[in-house]
């Protein structure tokens, strides 16, 4: 039950997914990953990284098709799935429950299923539709956790901001993790 599904939607921001499975793999933790087609393109421009390489940082691999994946069905469990980066086209999708992919469907079943939903919308600036969207799956439990790092930890390179956007991530999923300066320390 401590699969944790990580979905990558067409947004920018692909670093912060590529991060996360990173350090869960480092944890054992078992993921499972789904990549929207969108997503794949971003991987390779943002990465310069090949889909095949980038699927080897998960354990399981699922087209975003395939209804007949063990993840399609609420009967399989997961501790949790988060979607990083989320498009707000991905928002809506799961804001109204319109599960036309797998990653919608994955989203739906964290929902009727009461377990942790994490979202990490990657937009600027926000439109009253994006938060209101945002506000609804809120008021559901899900979290929403945009990649904003802080600042009060003297970041020096990329790595340290993506290391405190994908910290509050792993916290938010209740994983122990030290790769960011937390306040005070």
């Avoid at 920018?12 to 078992?30: A, F, H, M, P, Q």
């Avoid at 989320?86 to 804001?95: P, R």
């Avoid at 079943?109 to 994490?118: G, P």
Wanted: aromatic share 8%.
């Amino acid at each position: 039950m401590d699969e944790i599904i990580v979905c990558i939607t067409g947004a920018s921001g692909v670093i912060y997914s590529k991060r996360l499975l990173e350090v869960l793999k480092e944890e054992n933790i078992k993921t499972s990953l789904i990549i929207s087609n969108s997503a794949k393109k971003i991987i390779k421009h943002e990465l310069k990284m090949e889909i095949d390489e980038f699927k080897k940082l998960a354990d399981n691999y699922y087209e975003n098709d395939n209804f007949f994946s063990p993840v399609a069905s609420g009967s399989h469990k997961f501790k949790a799935a988060v979607v990083v980066p989320c498009s707000m086209k991905s928002l809506s999708s799961i804001a109204t429950g319109y599960s036309d992919n797998l990653i919608g469907r994955v989203c739906d079943i964290a929902l009727k299923e009461r377990r942790n939903l994490t979202i990490v919308p990657r937009e600027m600036p926000f439109s009253t539709i994006h938060l209101e969207n945002m506000a609804k799956l809120s008021h559901l439990g899900v979290s929403i956790i945009p990649p904003a790092p802080g600042f009060y930890n003297d970041p020096k390179t990329i790595d340290d901001l993506v290391n405190f956007v994908v910290g509050r991530i792993l916290d938010n999923l209740k994983i122990e993790n030290k790769i960011f300066k937390r306040w005070g320390e």
